[in-house]
């Protein structure tokens, strides 16, 4: 099995970016490549991006990828809707943390279920 | 002559005087022509040779006193003189294969060969522009291989380059039509049709982005079949007026063959204009015979005959191009044709018939891959002009710049830092001024980090210069280094896509991915990775393998090695035991160049020497043996596709059969001593391998069904007991990317996608309050074959305590320590490449 694999939702390229999911191609380009430059430099401003799972650090490779993500229109728009869900259930994210860490309650999944039209197993 | 040299010198004299901006440069080096041009961030002009012609052919001609000639003069000894004189040594690139001159009693490499052309299209450079390019770009085709990529790179630097860049070949066209199109917008599809090989790329533009959406291709179809057709039909022609029965397959025939191949490629080319043509065969030798006299009319319309069904194979594949990404041929917005048989009316013909668009006019089909590699260049800031900086102003700040060196954006951003700046005369404030005075950006401040980012403006289509200033309060200016630089506003280019995943093979026969098919290049990635056996230190025969392997495939064996890393006892400080941490790092640059390190931290020792792989020698009798294999093979899977009803296999066999009997034909004549036809074949046998292994996939379909099936159980109900709920959220959506690639019957990706779905039920199964306490029982009961039995018996007795206690973190490092002192399979190892690591 491989263990260091990147995590689609922290890794979700609008946060690798710092962009709203409704922003322009052009700002796609402009924005990755002045953090690209920026981490060329080493600058301690590009090193690290926010995601609702907290911050992580940002690498030249995350930020080619999420450029390349995103100036495909059909992935994008999985990406735009993972970037939506993810700042939306970062506060159930936070609430199911706790409930892990106080065992027999589990967290509630039917909303996740429902939110992509898939029946709980 | 005299009189061109005149104009040369005013050229150059011009030429120095504006040289002011950068210059890139584009090479197009093609196994029939070769061609140069130099782009100047507005017009990408071809560049001119001694003849004044666009096109050097790629012939090389050593005479006896060791004098090279290249393109159009050595080519008019191709057939006179053939013992000192080479061509289509591209198609040996990366072979070991050295290439005779005879009267010179010398030998050399298909890369020096390459060399001499690159050599001679820089002279042109030199001539005509007055500088000699020091970095360029070349193109490669979009199939070359590793090791072909880097025998490209190799020439380049006996050429004396400096630095280069490989470009894919259809990237390279469409780029140079993108630039000259009016209106660009939407999907472009590239036709190349060269002298041995077929691409055909599919590409979109929107708002000044160029992105490659997928290729295609046939590495084994090009002008030279039509040729090889008419040879067929000539001999024909031959056998019936003379009753001489020629062969292709005899080796006394070859110098007939030869004649007759050259007068049939005449014939071609002369029936792009005309109607009709008359070949006049004279003195064709004949073994035990009179040379033969004969003359041949051959119209259009009977060329057309031969060579239909090799024009309407290309049309397959850009079918099949357009149908992969979802598109119907009346979607097409453009087709750019290149390559010389792209000239032929019926391609032309066929072309607008099948995709129902016109050919884009006004592009040269011979010179738009090397205008491609010129932009290109630009687009990666390879400025071709000799480094000849002026001094630096004394007392002058140096800085890094980072910026795009071509940019669709009208305002991208600068980035800056300062480089050993001392505090009391470092500038405060940084602004850039545009070279035409007609914007400049306000001063902006230097942060803690000496570090500035600043928006520019561009002027659309052209180079723009800025000028950099500095200052430390209002009146104190600093002088900054460099000075200025340069911008050009164009298009931009998304990162080149890797065409095949590449990984390491491990001793279990699986591959860890490293970088999946189209991830942008470059890339960079480190895994570590554990020995599987002890490396005494000093060994010479022991050498521990990390094999490099590209491919789509689960199984390492499957995959095709590309190189491999090897740590050698003999350079190891100290001994390895088994279970050691190896950090290994692959690295490829944009044009797919492949670099590759293993660090071992324990003996804080670095092993870089990657064994390079040369594409395989094929000797007449290996080729033989394949045929006769790929043949049997294709007969027994065309029994079980029949049995089973696989009917998308039987047409996939259909199309392997028909390759398989033009084959024969090439295998044929490398036993009659072309070289050039064997190497071909060994790649026709590769391509065709990766098929038949298609097919098999597709063969396990239902048993990969069933996989999928029980994965997907498994996986649901492991992560809604113990997931998170992000992990929840990528269930859902790895479910249907799967249900997906089920409807596609995609075995590819329904394999790709069924390996992420383990792992990330296997992620969540980890939360289960006893996932250790079974992993540590099944390894347990294995730890009788462990490498280091007396470590892995103290480990079992480790872990019992850990249970008792339930200390759950202790027995996770416990257990993690056994599986390392598992050995795999001896099976599998050997399979898998022989890897030392997993
Ligand atoms: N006017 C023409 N009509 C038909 N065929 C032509 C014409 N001019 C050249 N050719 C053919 O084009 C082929 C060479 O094409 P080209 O120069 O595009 O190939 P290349 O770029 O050297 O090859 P590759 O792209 O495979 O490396 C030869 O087979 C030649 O006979
Ligand atoms: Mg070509």
Redesign the interface.
């Known amino acids: 099995?491989?263990q260091?694999?990147t995590?689609?939702?922290a890794d979700n390229p609008f946060f690798v970016l710092g962009l709203a999911p409704d922003c322009s191609?052009?700002e796609i380009?402009?924005e990755g490549?002045?953090l690209?430059?920026?981490l060329?430099?080493g600058?301690?401003?590009a090193a690290t991006y926010q995601t609702p799972?907290g911050p992580r650090e940002r690498t030249p490779?995350l930020v080619?990828?999420a450029?390349?993500e995103l100036?495909?229109p059909k992935r994008r728009v999985?990406h735009e809707l993972?970037a939506d869900?993810?700042q939306a259930?970062s506060v159930?994210?936070e609430r199911?943390?706790q409930a892990?860490a106080s065992?027999g309650e589990?967290?509630a999944?039917t909303d996740?279920?429902q939110?992509?039209d898939?029946r709980?197993? | 002559m005299v009189r061109r040299h005149k104009r040369e010198n005013s050229d150059t004299l011009l030429t120095r005087m504006t040289l002011t901006t950068p210059r890139y440069v584009g090479i197009d080096l093609g196994t029939t022509n070769s061609a140069a041009a130099v782009f100047d961030g507005e017009q990408v002009t071809a560049v001119r040779n001694a003849q004044g012609a666009s096109l050097t052919p790629s012939v090389v001609r050593i005479d006896g006193r060791g004098n090279i000639t290249v393109g159009a003069r050595a080519r008019r000894y191709l057939e006179r003189d053939a013992k000192n004189t080479r061509g289509e040594f591209k198609r040996l690139m990366g072979t070991s294969q050295d290439l005779a001159f005879a009267s010179a009693d010398i030998t050399r490499k298909p890369e020096e060969l390459s060399a001499e052309v690159l050599k001679s299209l820089r002279k042109d450079i030199e001539d005509q522009f007055g500088f000699a390019p020091q970095r360029a770009v070349i193109s490669v085709p979009a199939l070359f291989e590793l090791p072909q990529n880097a025998a490209t790179s190799e020439a380049a630097r006996l050429a004396g380059f400096e630095q280069v860049e490989l470009l894919q070949e259809p990237i390279a066209s469409a780029l140079a039509a993108g630039w000259s199109a009016e209106e660009s917008a939407g999907s472009w599809l590239v036709y190349d049709l060269g002298g041995g090989t077929f691409d055909a790329s599919l590409l979109e533009t929107r708002d000044g982005l160029l992105r490659v959406i997928g290729h295609d291709g046939d590495n084994f179809l090009g002008g030279r079949d039509f040729d090889w057709a008419i040879v067929d039909w000539l001999l024909a022609q031959i056998k019936q007026q003379t009753e001489v029965e020629l062969s292709r397959s005899k080796p006394e025939h070859t110098a007939a063959i030869t004649r007759l191949k050259q007068l049939a490629e005449e014939a071609k080319i002369e029936l792009s204009r005309n109607e009709s043509t008359e070949i006049a065969i004279i003195e064709l030798p004949v073994p035990g015979g009179d040379p033969l006299d004969l003359e041949v009319s051959l119209d259009r319309e009977m060329l057309e005959t031969l060579c239909l069904a090799l024009v309407d194979r290309t049309l397959d594949v850009c079918t099949r191009l357009c149908k992969t990404h979802g598109l119907d041929p009346g979607g097409l917005h453009h087709v750019v044709l290149v390559g010389g048989p792209s000239v032929m009316p019926i391609v032309r013909r066929r072309v607008q018939q099948v995709l129902q668009v016109a050919p884009t006019e006004g592009l040269d089909p011979m010179t738009l891959v090397a205008r491609g590699a010129a932009i290109y260049a630009a687009t990666a800031g390879l400025d071709a002009r000799p480094e000849s900086r002026p001094e630096p102003v004394p007392e002058s700040q140096r800085v890094w710049l980072q910026h795009p060196a071509m940019s669709s954006d009208l305002t991208p951003h600068v980035v800056g830092k300062l480089v050993d700046s001392e505090p009391d005369k470092a500038p405060g404030e940084i602004r850039v001024l545009r070279s035409d005075g007609l914007w400049e950006s306000p001063w902006t401040e230097v942060d803690e980090e000496g570090a500035f980012v600043l928006s520019v403006t561009l002027i659309p289509r052209r180079p723009n210069i800025f000028r950099i200033e500095g200052r430390r309060g209002p009146e104190q200016k600093v002088a900054i280094e460099p000075p200025t630089f340069t911008i050009v506003q164009g298009l931009t280019i998304s990162d080149p896509p890797l065409s095949r995943t590449v990984g390491v093979a491990l001793a279990n026969n699986r591959v860890r991915v490293y970088f999946e098919r189209g991830a942008p290049l470059p890339v960079r990635r480190t895994f570590n990775l554990r020995t599987v056996e002890t490396v005494p230190a000093g060994s010479e025969e022991c050498i521990l393998k990390i094999p490099i392997v590209q491919g789509e495939f689960d199984d390492a064996h499957l995959c095709r090695l590309v190189g491999s890393l090897e740590l050698r006892g003999e350079k190891l400080k100290q001994h390895l035991p088994a279970g050691a941490e190896v950090e290994v790092t692959i690295e490829l640059d944009r044009g797919g160049r492949m670099s590759a390190r293993a660090l071992v931290p324990s003996l804080d020792q670095v092993f870089e020497q990657v064994a390079h792989l040369l594409v395989p020698e094929a000797t007449p009798e290996v080729l033989a043996a394949n045929l006769e294999a790929t043949q049997q093979r294709v007969i027994e899977l065309r029994a079980e596709a029949f049995q089973a009803k696989i009917i998308s296999a039987i047409g996939r066999l259909n199309s392997i059969e028909s390759r398989l009997a033009s084959l024969e034909t090439d295998v044929a004549a490398a036993a009659g001593g072309d070289t050039d036809a064997a190497q071909k074949a060994r790649r026709a046998f590769l391509e065709l391998d990766a098929e038949i292994e298609q097919i098999e996939l597709d063969k396990r379909w239902p048993e990969l069904e069933e996989e999928a099936r029980e994965t997907v159980i498994w996986a649901s109900a492991t992560i809604a007991d113990f997931g998170l709920p992000h992990e929840a959220k990528l269930l859902t959506d790895t479910a249907k990317a799967i249900e997906q690639a089920k409807n596609n019957r995609d075995a590819l990706e329904l394999q790709r996608q069924l390996r992420l779905l383990a792992r990330l039920g296997s992620t969540a199964s980890l939360r289960h309050p006893h996932a250790w306490h079974h992993r540590f029982e099944r390894a347990a009961s294995k730890a009788d074959q462990a490498t280091d039995l007396v470590a892995a018996q103290a480990l079992v007795k480790e872990g019992k305590v850990a249970i008792n206690k339930d200390d759950v973190p202790a027995l996770r490092r416990i257990t993690q320590k056994l599986w390392q002192l598992l050995p795999d399979d001896p099976e599998d190892r050997k399979l898998g490449h022989n890897s030392g690591v997993r």
């Open positions: 099995m491989q260091q694999q995590d689609p939702l191609r052009q380009e402009r490549q002045k690209l430059g920026l060329e430099l600058l301690s401003r799972l490779e080619r990828g450029m390349a100036r495909d999985v993972w869900v993810a259930t159930a994210h199911a943390e892990q065992p589990a967290p999944w996740v279920w939110l992509f898939w709980a197993p």
